[in-house]
């Protein structure tokens, strides 16, 4: 199946058109993703989401909801999944939002499928761009959705969460030992 067929796909805002130039122009103001607060991996970082100070009250297809697939459209054309933790936050337009429109597919099963060496190389071929390269709504659209049973997808979303677990917690690992590395030199240093 196509991504196109089992998924409605959009753009996300175009933030210049609704920012706000002045203060008194703020009619609201939002959390807003963007790349910095993805990892390449697929998985949200620990940076605070910026603020959009909006000169207008915005339509709510522009921000996530649960269940919601983002990809970035740009290189390296990450795909994160969408969780209770992640909603209402603002998307901009590096990002295409895609909702799925049906029951036999997992949104965890996409993001994971869409972040896959294999669903890379067809985004990279279709590339457009030659300073930046993006791609579109419609190479989305194209893109080619192994079908396999529920059961079996629900696997590879579990799977998918754990090691995104288990890679948050050996950085933070790495973290520390550098701390550690650095403070035990720094005393070897100062006894001599």
């Given amino acids: 199946m196509k991504l196109g067929e089992i998924a409605k796909i959009k753009i996300g805002l175009v933030l210049i058109r609704k920012k706000a130039k002045i203060k008194y122009e703020i009619k609201d103001i939002y959390n807003l993703i963007t790349l910095k607060n993805i990892e390449d ?15 207008d009250e915005l339509d ?23 969780d209770e933790s992640k909603v209402n936050l603002l998307v901009p337009s590096s990002f295409s939002i ?26 990279i071929k279709s590339q457009t761009g030659t300073a930046m390269s993006t791609t579109n709504k419609t190479i989305l659209a194209s893109i080619d959705i192994k079908e396999i049973p529920i059961e ?22 790495i973290e520390e030992k550098e701390k550690y590395y650095k403070a035990v030199t720094n005393k070897l240093i100062q006894m001599n």
């Fill in 41 to 55: 991996n697929g998985a949200f970082n620990e940076k605070p989401f910026e603020i959009f100070e909006s000169n």
């Fill in 60 to 82: 709510k297809g522009y921000f996530t909801e649960e269940g919601d697939i983002l990809i970035r459209l740009s290189h390296p054309y990450t795909a994160v999944y969408i």
């Fill in 98 to 123: 895609i909702k799925l429109t049906t029951s036999n597919y997992i949104p965890e099963y996409i993001a994971w499928y869409l972040n896959s060496d294999k669903a890379k190389k067809e985004l």
């Fill in 152 to 173: 079996d997808q629900k696997r590879i979303g579990k799977i998918q969460e754990l090691y995104l677990k288990e890679r948050k917690l050996l950085d933070r690992l």
